[in-house]
């Protein structure tokens, strides 16, 4: 029998009935979970995805399980309503202390801040629609990753700047970007999405960069071997820089990867799916004590803590030893 750190009754009132829909890792011992409450096909048919509720939930992994006193000290959470089709991720900068927070696509990128503070609710772009597919934390500063090539930073409590200097104004497709973020440094940034829209930031304006392809494209990753990667449709991979891209596998699945994260020395990439890293010629299942990891979904790395999320599991990896976070107690 597998040992859970969230225990059968802190479960109940905290996860039973939720789905999982994202994950952000604070560091080695925060973990915050993006949740929506499980609705049947029938009834959810009926509801605007905003009528759905929504919780972000913050999992303690240095307190002990289970009450302590009468109190739970290693889990917290919110439930928050109105937030449309959420992404949720975590604030470093320029904070004194970070926390995590939950964006929805509406027409004003409503975010609520969790951490040192609940709320109050912030407002990415109001009246923008700036739709934000991720919240990207690169080098302590979140940044808002959307359609149409919306990308915002978030520089103070509640105050969110456009970060767009270099792009032309066209009118918005589905063809343009963006729906990742990733940088080596704040004068070395690319976003990626759309089909085939890359972008790079030198620390003055963005410049549109050639792509051999016009694939819909998923995940951008500055990885720590130098190389930038970029994941596609049909869950492809490519390799590069600039305006040079060489495409090192060809996938066959219907979806795209949600993340692709550089940790320990190897690019590890997780779709609803499957769960894979790549060893520099192939694409290879997780494995641990000869065994495959079984979990998929969404993905978080910081702090030397690897997390991934399905909708009803969570797990944990410090570099040697895998750990479950969450699972269902079905008895």
């Excluded at 009926?46 to 399980?65: F, G, M, R, V």
């Excluded at 051999?212 to 500055?222: A, D, F, K, R, Y």
């Excluded at 550089?262 to 997780?286: H, M, R, T």
């Excluded at 410090?318 to 969450?326: A, F, S, Y």
């Amino acid at each position: 029998m597998i040992n859970i750190f969230i225990d059968k009754s802190t479960w109940i009132d905290y996860l039973q009935g939720w789905e999982i829909i994202d994950v952000a890792v604070r560091d080695k011992n925060i973990v915050y979970l993006g949740a929506r409450k499980s609705i049947g096909y029938e009834d959810a048919s009926h509801l605007a995805n905003h009528d759905i509720p929504t919780k972000i939930i913050a999992i303690y992994l240095d307190e002990p399980s289970g009450l302590v006193n009468g109190s739970r000290l290693n889990i917290g959470g919110q439930e928050l309503s109105g937030m449309a089709f959420p992404v949720i991720g975590v604030s470093r900068l320029p904070f004194s202390r970070p926390g995590g927070m939950v964006s929805a696509k509406n027409m004003d990128g409503d975010t609520w801040p969790i951490g040192g503070g609940n709320g109050p609710m912030e407002h990415i772009s109001p009246g923008a629609w700036p739709h934000p597919y991720r919240l990207k934390c690169i080098n302590g500063y979140t940044y808002s990753v959307g359609a149409g090539r919306s990308l915002y930073k978030r520089v103070a409590v509640g105050q969110w700047q456009s970060f767009r200097d270099g792009f032309p104004k066209v009118q918005s497709s589905n063809k343009l970007g963006f729906r990742d973020l990733d940088a080596f440094s704040d004068h070395d940034m690319y976003a990626v999405g759309g089909h085939g829209d890359v972008w790079h930031y030198d620390g003055t304006k963005w410049t549109q960069m050639g792509f051999p392809s016009n694939v819909q494209l998923g995940t951008v990753t500055c990885a720590g071997d130098g190389n930038v990667y970029i994941s596609s449709e049909g869950g492809s991979l490519w390799v590069g820089n600039k305006s040079t891209w060489k495409r090192i596998y060809e996938g066959g699945s219907s979806v795209l990867w949600n993340d692709v994260l550089w940790f320990q020395d190897k690019l590890w990439l997780a779709s609803d799916y499957n769960f894979a890293i790549w060893n520099g010629k192939e694409l290879e299942p997780v494995m641990h004590d000869g065994k495959p990891v079984s979990i998929r979904g969404h993905m978080d790395a910081y702090d030397g803590l690897l997390v991934v999320a399905s909708l009803e599991f969570a797990m944990a990896f410090d570099g040697q030893q895998w750990q479950t976070i969450v699972a269902p107690y079905l008895d």
